[in-house]
Structure formats: structure tokens, C-alpha cells
């Protein structure tokens, strides 16, 4: 089951989102960042969106091959992140993400997952993963922890530089990890990665989102990047092709056959 619940959830953690050739495309404009304070304020925003609907394709390089699936991914805003995964046009795997967990399944193994959120943390190699920083993640936002005491700050030609002027300690649920992060930003502000290597093994987890654009009041990426590495490398892609404001249903519930997976 790993390798598909590792697309679904770390597809989830890349969501992008590419505009129809219908909607009007702006430039985003460069922002005016007065002060460390501003430009951490606005680094930090959040999202006041409702509801987002995305289509998209998927693609794995792990230790075993995987061919390219077909993603739909519904946020609402603060409340769930519904996934579907299919294969020639069955569906795969589903998943339903709320502040409470994760439930999702396979078919092909028949096997799910009840979890809270230690199993998406121990598939990305962390342990700060809530569901608030999964869905900054998502849609390309700053999603780790960040004070301006913490972090030395720097504007050049590419944009702006953080890195971590002490290794950021984080602790939850009793578990303590130590980091050395950098996070990468545009002129614009739009996040362009982000960084994280684990002193204690050396783990690292790499998020790279590209070719930002302007979609009502959100600026998202089209493309997104996310590099897993720890004994072995783990790589995921997604090319997204339509999103769209909307409401839908979410259908999702586990059939009564499945085994389900613990947390290793």
C-alpha cells in the first residue's frame, strides 16, 4: 500500500493549481516589503478562500515503478482535503483529510489508513505536520514555522533568502526534532522552496513550486516538486491542468474488507 497512500498523500502535500485558457491571466505584481516585519506578515497570510476544485496528473519516482495517475483534489478552506486517484479511468485510491486525521484507501491491495496526522509526518520524513500546515503546503504557502528572531534575512536579484540562524527546534506530541531550514521567495513573494534537513539523520525533506499565476485573489503554482530523502529518495511530480472554484461532493467511505496499515 505504501507506494500508492506515498502518491496520494505526498501528491496532496504538492497540490499546484493551473488556470483554464478561459480565465484572464494577470502578472502578479512585485510586493512592497518595507520592513523584516512586513515581509514576515505577509509571508504568514492566510488564505480566504472557500472551495477548490483540481485536476491534475501524477508522477512518481520511487523504488518501484509507478505509472502516471489522474488526481482530483478538493479543499474546503480550513475544514477538508478530499483526494481520488485513478488508473485508465478506474479509480484507485481516496482519500479524506480533516483537523481530526486522515482516512484513505487502496484497491489494489485492499488496504486503508485511520490515522491522525503521525502518518503523514512519518511519510515526509517530519513531525510538525498538522492540518493547517498541510493545506499552507498545498497550495504554496509558508507551511513551516517561521519567527524573524530565527532567521537571517536576505534580498538579492532572485528575491528574498531566509535561512535558519540556529537549527529550529520543534516539538510535538512529545516528539522533538531539529532542523536546518532555508526557505526561497520570489520578488513577488510567491514561495520557491523550501528546505529542510534533519540533524539527527540526516532525513531531508525539498518542496520547489514554479510559474506562479494569479487566479481571483490566490496566487498559486502550476508546478510543484517534492524530494524525499532518507535511506532511499523518493520524488514526486505534479502538472496540473484545470482548477476551478466550486462546491462538490465528497463520496468516502471504507469498504468493510479492507485491512487496514499501521503507522511503521
Not at 489522474?70 to 488508473?87: H, L, P, R, V
Not at 536546518?180 to 539523520?201: C, G, M, P, R, W
Not at 484545470?242 to 496499515?261: D, G, H
Request: with cysteine; hydrophobic share 35%.
Amino acid at each position: 500500500m505504501k507506494n500508492y497512500i506515498l502518491i496520494l498523500i505526498s501528491s496532496l502535500a504538492l497540490l499546484s493549481c493551473k488556470a483554464r485558457k478561459t480565465v484572464e491571466q494577470t502578472p502578479a505584481p512585485v510586493e512592497n516589503v518595507s520592513s523584516n516585519k512586513a515581509f514576515f506578515e505577509k509571508i504568514t497570510k492566510k488564505d480566504a478562500f472557500e472551495s477548490l476544485k483540481i485536476t491534475s496528473k501524477v508522477n512518481a519516482e520511487t523504488d518501484r515503478f509507478i505509472p502516471t495517475i489522474d488526481g482530483t483534489f478538493y479543499i474546503e478552506n480550513n475544514q477538508k482535503i478530499w483526494a481520488n486517484f485513478s488508473f485508465l479511468f478506474m479509480s484507485q485510491a481516496r482519500a479524506n483529510i480533516t483537523p481530526a486525521g486522515i482516512k484513505a484507501y487502496e484497491k489494489i491491495n485492499k488496504t486503508y489508513i485511520d490515522s491522525n496526522f503521525d502518518y503523514i509526518n512519518n511519510l515526509l520524513k517530519v513531525n510538525f505536520i498538522d492540518y493547517s500546515a498541510l493545506q499552507n503546503l498545498l497550495l504554496g504557502k509558508t507551511f513551516i514555522p517561521v519567527n524573524e528572531k530565527d532567521y537571517t534575512f536576505l534580498q538579492n536579484e532572485n528575491g528574498y533568502l531566509l535561512n535558519s540562524a540556529k537549527n529550529q527546534i520543534i516539538t510535538v506530541n512529545g516528539k522533538t526534532s531539529e532542523y536546518k531550514t532555508s526557505l526561497e521567495y520570489s520578488h513577488e513573494l510567491a514561495l520557491k522552496k523550501v528546505f529542510l534537513q534533519d540533524i539527527k539523520n540526516n532525513n531531508s525533506l525539498e518542496v520547489s513550486y514554479n510559474d506562479y499565476e494569479i487566479f481571483g485573489s490566490q496566487k498559486l503554482p502550476k508546478s510543484v516538486k517534492i524530494i524525499i530523502k532518507a535511506q532511499k529518495t523518493d520524488q514526486i511530480l505534479i502538472e496540473n491542468t484545470k482548477f476551478e472554484f466550486l462546491k462538490m461532493e465528497t463520496p468516502f467511505s471504507i469498504p468493510t474488507n479492507y485491512t487496514k496499515t499501521e503507522i511503521k
